[in-house]
């Protein structure tokens, strides 16, 4: 009986290791990860941005769309507008559900559309997650939406990139995919995600995540920790600083005026 238990046992091994052969080697080419290279960034005093690169499997004719999205933040600002002449500020506006940081890349050469016409990713997909309220006008909407993104862009922390992703045949089956995004000098701390949208055929097939942390270090992060947690002392010592400054740049400028 023990000699037929363990040739049971072969044979179920047997079974289970000609089973995994079997698997078609294009289907473990497939990975659920996405390779993102650095995936954590120190913000020091000399910070002016990084370069993050991109990898990642995909299946055989499929495409992808790669979106970089911080977290969102209520926001106020200030509407300027004209009173007796003079530009001044007539109101305030509140932004709510807008990312800090929105970038999105895709190998297509224009950002592309779901089958029906559906983008639920890019600046299209923003315009109906952002809400606007405060000193403004219904028919307002659409236009101050549209500054905020393109004020957004101006700074950096707004970007579409269709075609930088680069997709190329995998010699085990599949295709890999690459492409690389800059994080701006101004980037708030934070966890970003980044998210890849598999799409074939106007469908969309998986979505892969992974993060990139942010954090600072060094004298800014000394400043934002006395900044939130020693308010007082920072106010003072913002002043001393201030006109430890001022006095410097007059005795330089003042040297200078002398020669």
Partial sequence: MAACGSKLKKLAWLSLLAAVLAVPSGAEAVSDKIHVTPNRVDIG??????????EGQLPSGAG?????????IHQTLLRKGRRWGLWMSVGEIDVDNAPNLYLVMSSAPQIPELAGGQTPW??????SQVNLKGALAPDENDNFLREFLELKK???????????????DSPGGGATFTGNFSLPARVPPGKYLVQLSVLKDGQLMERKTAEVKVRMVGFPALFA???????????????????????????????KAEH
């Fill in 45 to 54: 005093a000399f910070f002016q941005g990084v370069d993050v690169a991109l």
């Fill in 64 to 72: 992808a769309v790669v979106e970089i999205r911080g977290e969102t």
């Fill in 122 to 127: 890019g600046f299209a997909s923003l315009k």
């Fill in 154 to 168: 101006s700074e950096d922390l707004y970007n579409a990139l269709p075609g930088a992703i680069t997709i190329s």
């Fill in 225 to 255: 920790s006395l900044a939130y947690e020693h308010a007082a002392f920072y106010g003072i010592l913002a002043v001393i600083i201030a006109i430890a400054t001022g006095f410097i740049m007059g005795f330089l400028f003042k040297g």
